[in-house]
């Protein structure tokens, strides 16, 4: 579907570029009925990288995809394996 990928394409973009190993993200999709999973997998030593302190980072990124989710009436959560 067009519209999970577009997920898929912005959170790896962002996070392909907020870390050393960009070669070692992927971005795993999960669709249930009524939502959407998206699960990010990096690179050990990027992982306080993607987090950042406190959780900052994460929940920036979480918020952008918020806004995506929203324009596309669906519901979107973000985790990081």
Excluded at 38 to 44: P, Q
Excluded at 45 to 57: S, Y
Aim: net charge negative.
């Amino acid at each position: 579907m067009p519209d999970e990928s577009q997920f898929t394409e912005l959170i790896e973009y962002i996070v392909k570029a907020l870390v050393d190993h960009p070669e070692d993200v992927s971005v795993n999709e999960i669709e249930n009925r009524s939502s959407l999973i998206l699960e990010i997998s990096v690179a050990d030593d990027d992982m306080g990288r993607v987090i950042g302190k406190g959780g900052v980072v994460v929940n920036s990124i979480r918020a952008l995809v918020q806004v995506l989710a929203t324009k596309k009436g669906k519901r979107v959560s973000l985790e990081i394996v």
